[in-house]
T-cell receptor, first 115, second 109 residues
Framework: ETGVTQSPTHLIKTRGQQVTLRCSSQSGHNTVSWYQQALGQGPQFIFQ???????GRGNFPPRFSGLQFPNYSSELNVNALELDDSALYLC??????????????FGPGTRLTVL | DAKTTQPNSMESNEEEPVHLPCNHS???????IHWYRQLPSQGPEYVIHGLTSNVNNRMASLAIAEDRKSSTLILHRATLRDAAVYYCILSYRDDKIIFGKGTRLHILP
């Protein structure tokens, strides 16, 4: 069983540019969540997608947007990059709801540096 | 969102038990208590969760106070591989978990 994968591993962009990060969820998982982790901090929830619809959003501006595809893979798009967007971006998938509890399975993350 | 309070860091000797505390005095009746850990250069990984009763799994035990205002993650026999940041999190089921800063656990050989 393949776990959660993310691409690219590392990325360097300049202020004002746009970036797309990709996530392949674990087989059979239909919920994907995205997190931003600044250096030395815990992950901060950006948003969650369930069956291709946004299903909750954290305190992030609209320039952070996402998509989930029919195969449940997902993209995180960030427009007009700012220096403070430099962080590790984590994707997590979880299996179909219906169970009493579903743990989240995290990918290794994409390290974004904004210069 | 209900908040948790954890010590910034803890140390333990290898092969000894470790008790990681978490306070959550504003927990609501539907909040689950989750623990995740993050090893260096990796994404977080699930450790254990509970609602009201103490829980055991192959990785750890979770002891929940009777009033649910605090809990303790117990690693029965720490190894060097257990050195990580441990996050105590409250949320309803698995939805939109909100991480704090966690406890950085150092294991001394």
């Amino acid at each position: 069983e393949t776990g959660v994968t993310q691409s690219p591993t590392h990325l360097i962009k300049t202020r004002g540019q746009q970036v797309t990060l990709r996530c392949s969820s674990q087989s059979g998982h239909n919920t994907v969540s995205w997190y931003q982790q600044a250096l030395g901090q815990g992950p901060q929830f950006i948003f969650q997608y369930y069956r291709e619809e946004e299903n909750g959003r954290g305190n992030f501006p609209p320039r952070f947007s996402g998509l989930q595809f029919p195969n449940y893979s997902s993209e995180l798009n960030v427009n007009a990059l700012e220096l403070d967007d430099s962080a590790l971006y984590l994707c997590a998938s979880s299996p179909p709801t219906g169970a009493a509890y579903n743990e989240q399975f995290f990918g290794p993350g994409t390290r974004l540096t904004v210069l | 969102d209900a908040k948790t309070t954890q010590p910034n860091s803890m140390e333990s000797n290898e092969e000894e038990p470790v008790h990681l505390p978490c306070n959550h005095s504003t927990i609501s009746g539907t909040d689950y208590i989750h623990w995740y850990r993050q090893l260096p250069s990796q994404g977080p990984e699930y450790v254990i969760h509970g609602l009201t009763s103490n829980v055991n799994n192959r990785m750890a035990s979770l002891a929940i106070a009777e009033d649910r205002k605090s809990s303790t993650l117990i690693l029965h026999r720490a190894t060097l591989r257990d050195a990580a940041v441990y996050y105590c999190i409250l949320s309803y089921r698995d939805d939109k978990i909100i991480f704090g800063k966690g406890t950085r656990l150092h294991i001394l050989p």
